[in-house]
Nanobody, 125 residues
Framework: QVQLVESGGGLVQAGGSLRLSCAASGRTFTGYVMGWFRQAPGKERDVVAVINWSTGTTYYADSVKGRFTISRDNAKNTVYLQMNSLKPEDTANYYC??????????????????WGQGTQVTVSS
């Protein structure tokens, strides 16, 4: 059974940085796609960044391009989200998610089979 555990959230001032971690366990993740999503109160869960574990190919939402970087450490079975130049509108609960193989869309939350419990990121102005 795949388990995903996020950490690294917190309170930061606008312009600051945070690094989120997603520790993955339960199997090897070759062939998996790993994503970071976020959800603010009253809003939908939106994709932030995605990485193909095998190829390292990445995808970013337009709102975070140039500010956020997704990466993975094969030895530690961990996916990271480095968030720089944070803005108040980045405030949300951030979730790590995963699926195996091919799906029609990397950016749809309903394509993902496994989810972590989330970590809160709050950016003050």
């Amino acid at each position: 059974q795949v388990q995903l555990v996020e950490s690294g959230g917190g309170l930061v001032q606008a312009g600051g940085s945070l690094r989120l971690s997603c520790a993955a366990s339960g199997r090897t993740f070759t062939g998996y796609v790993m994503g970071w999503f976020r959800q603010a109160p009253g809003k939908e869960r939106d994709v932030v960044a995605v990485i193909n574990w095998s190829t390292g190919t990445t995808y970013y939402a337009d709102s975070v391009k140039g500010r956020f970087t997704i990466s993975r450490d094969n030895a530690k079975n961990t996916v990271y989200l480095q968030m720089n130049s944070l803005k108040p509108e980045d405030t949300a609960n951030y979730y790590c998610a995963a699926y195996y193989g091919y799906r029609r869309s990397w950016s749809r939350a309903d394509e993902y089979d496994y989810w972590g419990q989330g970590t809160q990121v709050t950016v003050s102005s």
